[in-house]
């Protein structure tokens, strides 16, 4: 049987808006082994993205306990262990393309000679050569989000986290880039979360998981 990753057990999350309370998630329980293929799928606002969040540990939940068994505890995962692919590529404005991806390699403290030949072989996987040199403004918005994609997998993550990453490309760059998302984790025996909207994108996952109201149905 394959290591639990991730375990969520009755997590809900809340958000005070202007003293409104909103609810974005409720009672969900799951969890997440190495090998996983699972699609996220629902209409927007469905929690989609809060779960993503609170699987990378970025934020915290409400009520409920979320646990990393085979990863350790919140506060010591790096990116070699989770990643997150975000909705809005996050690049940073002053670093090159190679740098942006380089920097993901170094935060998890692996050896910076090898930093610049890691970044250089997944850009060219998602046929990102001719862009290394440049600034994120400079590129279109779909090369930003192949870009971040990178990022995310140069370290081999035990567990990539993908939040609608083909919502800004066309279907044939979207079928590449899943097709480099499930390379990827198929080399490292990593897990993958893929929230989308894309039927394409859903079904080529081994487990589709629907939101609704904050629930997994």
């Not at 370290?155 to 939040?163: E, G």
Request: proline share 5%; glycine share 6%; net charge negative.
């Amino acid at each position: 049987m394959d290591e639990i990753l991730v375990s969520l057990t009755n997590v809900s999350r809340h958000y005070d808006r202007s003293r409104n309370e909103t609810a974005a998630l409720t009672n969900v329980s799951c969890q997440i082994a190495a090998n996983d293929r699972v699609a996220v799928v629902g209409p927007s606002g469905s929690g989609k993205s809060t779960l993503l969040h609170l699987i990378a540990g970025l934020d915290k939940p409400t009520d409920g306990v979320i646990s990393w068994p085979a990863l350790g505890p919140v506060a010591e995962l790096r990116p070699d262990q989770i990643c997150l692919v975000l909705q809005t590529p996050s690049l940073l404005p002053t670093l090159s393309v190679l740098e942006n991806v380089e920097l993901c390699w170094l935060l998890s403290k692996r050896d910076e000679v090898d930093a610049g030949a890691a970044a250089l072989r997944i850009l060219e996987k998602l046929d990102l050569s001719t862009v290394v040199d440049k600034l994120p403004a400079e590129l279109s918005g779909g090369q930003m989000q192949r870009v971040a994609a990178a990022r995310a997998l140069v370290c081999q993550p035990r567990l990539i986290l993908a939040d609608e990453p083909t919502g800004q490309l066309d279907s044939i760059t979207a079928s590449k880039l899943i097709e480099v998302l499930l390379d990827s984790a198929t080399r490292s025996g990593a897990a993958l979360i893929v929230a989308t909207h894309d039927r394409a994108v859903a079904n080529r996952m081994q487990t589709q998981w629907r939101m609704a109201h904050g629930r997994i149905g």
